[in-house]
C-alpha cells in the first residue's frame, strides 16, 4: 500500500525540527521576555455607576473581596466606592 502524503509528512524530520523550533522559540521568548505571554484583562475605569455587573464582581475579586453573588448592583457601587481611589 502506497503512502499518503499525511504519513510521509509525519515521518519527516524536517517537519520535526519545525515543531520543536517552534516550541524553542515560544519556550524562550516566554522565559527572556519582560511581558507576559498572557496579559490579565485591563481593569475598568472611571465611574463605577458605568460599569457591568461582572466588571464590578471582577474589580472586587482582584481587590481580594469576595461579594456575594446574590448581590444587588448599588451594593456592588458601594463596595467598589469604599474600596477605591477613584
Known amino acids: 500500500m502506497p503512502y499518503s502524503p499525511l504519513d510521509r509528512l509525519?515521518?519527516?524530520?524536517?517537519a520535526f525540527f519545525a515543531f520543536a523550533?517552534?516550541?524553542?522559540?515560544v519556550s524562550a521568548y516566554a522565559i527572556w521576555s519582560d511581558e507576559p505571554l498572557f496579559p490579565s484583562p485591563a481593569e475598568p475605569t472611571g465611574d463605577p455607576n458605568t460599569w457591568t455587573k461582572s466588571e464590578?464582581?471582577?474589580?472586587?475579586?482582584?481587590?481580594?473581596?469576595?461579594?456575594?453573588t446574590d448581590?444587588?448592583?448599588?451594593?456592588l457601587i458601594?463596595?467598589?466606592?469604599?474600596?477605591?481611589?477613584?
Request: aromatic share 6%; net charge positive; proline share 3%.
Open 56 to 68: 464590578m464582581f471582577a474589580w472586587l475579586q482582584q481587590k481580594g473581596l469576595k461579594p456575594a
Open 71 to 75: 448581590a444587588k448592583r448599588e451594593e
Open 10 to 14: 509525519l515521518q519527516s524530520k524536517n
Open 78 to 86: 458601594e463596595m467598589v466606592r469604599e474600596n477605591s481611589t477613584l
Open 21 to 25: 523550533g517552534i516550541i524553542l522559540s
